[in-house]
Structures are given as C-alpha cells and as structure tokens.
C-alpha cells in the first residue's frame, strides 16, 4: 500500500471529498500504523496549536537591522564587482579579438606578410618611417590649425563637446539607476 497519500490526508485541515473520505477511512481500518498516527495527531494538535497561539512574540535581537543592512549592502558592492570585472573582462576580450582580426585583415588586404627575414624588417622600417611622416604631417596641422580656425569656432566646438559629455555622464547615471538592485527595506525602515 501507498502511504504517501493517506499521510498527506491524515494532516490535511481540508474537507475531502466523499470518495477521498471513504478510501481513508478504509486504509485507516486495515493500516495500524496509519491509525496510530491518526489518533495521536488527535491527541495533541490541540496542544500544539494553543502552544503556537499563544506563544509570546520574539522580538529581533538588538541591532539586527543594522546588521541586516550592512550585510545587503556588503552583498549589493560584491554582486557589483563581479559584474564590473565580468564587463571588464568581455570588453577587454571582445576589443582584443577585434584587434587581432582587424590586424589580419590588414595584413591580408596589403600583403604585407613577408617572404623573408630582410623583406620583413624593410617593411617594418617602411612602417615607422610612414608613422614619422604621419607624425610630422599631425603636429605641422596642430601648429596652423588653432590659427586657421576663429576663436568663436573653438569656443562653440568646446561648448557642443562639453554638452555632449555632460549628457553622456547624465545618461550614464540613469543607465545606472535603471540596472541598480532596488533597496526597497532601506527606504521601508
């Protein structure tokens, strides 16, 4: 015979059905085990019950909600950290990939991997000698630039690129507040 069943019966406060009702009271006369439960839950749910009732409330130990919200918030910065490092890891990874591709990709569409070790540092002193040029040609357009340009220019490039920063961090700490666990107790306490 199934247990299970007639035991979950036996401590149910429900009404059961008529059929219900009639196979437990059947399993309770062919099952002794199941009768003794039956009769001694009888006996002293009664007492339970009271004793449950009319047990004095216990009150929380001194500074327990303190504690409690010193250990949310030791538990909110960790949740916080791990998701800053996870970030930073996938970005870290994501850029480096991309940066490696990228880095093929250009070899590939030059041609530039070389055929042999004196191919390879011509190219390479090829590189820096374009790099110096670069170089030459970005600080002769920094010394003129700021000459060519009005000052009022300047002034309105500052501005939009200063607005645009400010918008950036507002947009940035709404972002944050929109991801951030809620911290309803604090506010209930």
């Known amino acids: ?77 960790q949740r916080e ?10 970005s870290t990874g994501g850029a480096s990939l991309a940066f490696a591709l990228f880095t093929v990709a250009l070899l590939l569409h030059f ?9 390879a540092i011509a190219q390479i002193t090829d590189w820096f000698l374009y790099l110096n040029v670069a170089g030459d040609i970005f600080v002769s357009l920094a010394r003129t630039l700021p000459s060519a340009i009005p000052f009022p220019l300047w002034m309105g490039f500052f501005a939009l690129t200063g607005a645009a920063g400010i918008l950036w961090l507002k947009s940035f700490r709404k972002l944050q507040g929109i991801f951030a666990p809620a911290q309803g107790f604090v506010h209930w306490a």
Request: hydrophobic share 35%; with cysteine; charged share 30%.
């Open 81 to 90: 950290r791990k998701q800053t490092l996870t970030l930073l890891a996938v």
């Open 111 to 119: 041609q530039l991997f070389p055929k042999n070790f004196l191919g």
């Open 1 to 77: 015979m199934q247990h299970k069943t007639f035991e979950a019966w036996i401590f149910d406060d429900d009404e059961l059905d008529k059929q219900d009702d009639k196979a437990l009271r059947q399993h309770l006369q062919e099952c002794d085990q199941c009768y003794e439960r039956r009769t001694a839950l009888k006996k002293t749910w009664p007492k339970v019950e009271t004793f449950l009732i009319t047990a004095p409330q216990m009150a929380p130990a001194p500074g327990f909600v303190n504690r409690w919200q010193e250990r949310l918030e030791s538990q909110r910065k």
